[in-house]
């Protein structure tokens, strides 16, 4: 009984942290009065509660505002230095590591192209090339490795949280990746790893296009297709973590072979690399594609390469009929995707993101919404905008950070 008790004091008390850290990270500079207000917690306990947290240099004054007749109010935010975090990107093209202070200003950066497909078909260089990047960027930041409190690894494809973490790449045949445990033979750090997408959506609804919704879809177009469905706030994750897989939706019975091992999956229609095939295709003068012909994602080429020719043929659809053509082919099949979405989930938001959606959303977004609207429920369709992702083509680590600092705000900054 007394061991409960105790239990049930020290949990009261984390949850009281824990509340309390983040409303000072998502609204900080506030006063301790400020707080009580937005936390319902009493002035004794936000005291108490601040107190433990500045001594453990988690949270910091900043500065002061006067009060009405009363003495001029302390402000307090979460200290930028009270411990650093780690975003690691496993792209299909490269592996990017980040490393921030705790209000993710990014402090060091470290890459390494990749082959597409590399995660899943030879994962230890991919393994070693995470490790390096670890060290390279604590060394570089002159980071304390103690002041690290935790890694977040965004991967493409399916991630399993059950005794291991395994990472199910998209491609058909291919084994689970025990992830975690290669990642274990060089660190210790404490690791946090998840879906790419579905990190880089955490990070847009927290800190870009999704602030301020509780219900979204961050939309992500790369080499590969897949999406971050939030509802009523929390990410929607299915039974074993593998919703959200929008790019292997059907648009099309019967069409184009996906890397998947289906045909007619979104991604084949509107991945980069199923975009840049059907340009080519145009360009050589051959026919119209059916099944069989090139997926989304192939192993050919750099992501650089990719990237810059699928910027090229954005950028010609002012002046080339081809270019416009193949875009709006896209446009369309992207919208049938997107009104999916609005019908399966009743989103406030949809956040159009990834470097080749923003490509996209950049020059077609008007095509896109029309297109949308041609197969959407109309009522929920007018009541969801679509906009595009405000974090940059380039959020994956900094979600991937996103992953440790929920950990540590749920805990109440323990380490
Ligand atoms: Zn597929």
Not at 73 to 90: E, F, K, M, S
Not at 115 to 129: A, F, I, N, Q, S
Not at 183 to 193: K, M
Not at 382 to 403: C, F, K, M, S, W
Request: proline share 4%.
């Amino acid at each position: 009984m007394g061991q409960m008790n105790r239990r049930t004091v020290r949990d009261l008390r984390r949850g009281n942290r824990s509340t309390l850290l983040r409303q000072l990270y998502f609204q900080g500079p506030v006063s301790r009065q400020e707080l009580g207000t937005l936390t319902g917690l009493s002035s004794g306990s936000v005291s108490n509660v601040v107190g433990d947290l500045l001594a453990d240099e988690l949270v910091e004054e900043a500065g002061s505002v006067e009060s009405d007749g009363g003495r001029p109010r302390t402000l307090l935010r979460v200290a930028p230095g009270g411990g650093h975090l780690i975003g690691v990107d496993v792209g299909e093209t490269h592996v990017r590591v980040e490393l921030f202070d705790l209000a993710l200003t990014e402090l060091a950066r470290w890459e390494h192209p990749l082959t597409p497909g590399g995660l899943e078909r030879d994962p230890e260089p991919v393994v070693g090339h995470i490790l390096t990047g670890l060290d390279a960027v604590i060394a570089k930041s002159g980071a304390e490795p103690g002041a690290v409190i935790g890694v977040g690894v965004g991967v493409p494809g399916v991630v399993e949280q059950g005794d291991e973490v395994l990472v199910h790449g998209p491609t058909a045949g291919r084994d689970a990746v025990p992830l975690e445990r290669l990642l274990r033979t060089g660190t210790d750090l404490p690791l946090f790893i998840d879906n790419g997408a579905t990190a880089q959506g955490q990070a847009e609804m927290w800190f870009g296009a999704g602030r301020g919704a509780d219900n979204a879809v961050i939309a992500l177009i790369g080499s590969g297709v897949g999406a971050a469905i939030v509802t009523a706030g929390v990410p929607y994750r299915g039974a074993t973590s593998s919703a959200g897989e929008w790019g292997h939706t059907v648009v099309q019975v019967g069409g184009r072979a996906c890397r998947c091992g289906a045909v007619g999956c979104l991604e084949a229609y509107v991945g980069a690399q199923a975009v840049l095939d059907r340009y080519e295709r145009g360009a050589r003068g051959a026919g119209e594609g059916g099944a069989g012909d090139g997926g989304a994602g192939g192993a050919d080429g750099s992501g650089e390469d990719q990237q810059a020719a699928f910027a090229a043929i954005v950028g010609a659809a002012g002046s080339e009929a081809r270019a416009r053509e193949v875009l709006e082919e896209a446009a369309a099949y992207l919208g049938a995707g997107i009104a999916d979405l609005i019908n399966l989930f009743n989103p406030e938001r949809i956040i159009l993101g990834g470097w080749a959606g923003l490509l996209l959303g950049g020059r077609v977004l008007p095509r896109i919404r029309a297109a949308t609207a041609s197969y959407a429920l109309r009522r929920p369709y007018a009541q969801t905008e679509i906009g595009l992702a405000e974090l940059g083509p380039d959020a994956v680590a900094l979600g991937a950070a996103t992953l440790p600092l929920a950990h540590f705000l749920a805990t109440g900054g323990a380490r």
